[in-house]
């Protein structure tokens, strides 16, 4: 949405970084297709007047996206847990490339 590609533009053009990643989030939520427009307006429209309103109080402070606008994204699957077994990365039963 060109909206959201010019917001981040500003944060980039200002140092503003959270802002700039309150854009991109904004941006992966509007192109879910699944995310009706009615759905994605109010928590859009509040969280950039809020974050608008937070940094000209404080250029240096940090605005996040509202667990609303989080909602919107697609649901991150599980990371691979890591375990103290890194030693198996080096046995010698596990199959070897040719």
Not at 11 to 20: H, K
Not at 57 to 85: C, G, I, K, R
């Amino acid at each position: 949405m060109e909206i959201c590609q010019t917001f981040s533009q500003v944060g980039r053009d200002f140092n503003l970084t959270s802002w700039r990643e309150l854009a991109e989030t904004a941006e992966a939520a509007v192109m879910i297709e699944t995310n009706a427009l009615n759905s994605l307006a109010e928590p859009f429209i509040q969280n950039f007047k809020s974050a608008r309103d937070t940094l000209l109080e404080n250029h240096n402070a940090v605005v996040t996206p509202s667990q609303t606008l989080l909602s919107l994204l697609p649901q991150m699957e599980e990371p691979p847990q890591a375990t103290d077994d890194w030693l198996s990365l080096f046995d010698e039963d596990a199959p070897q490339e040719k």
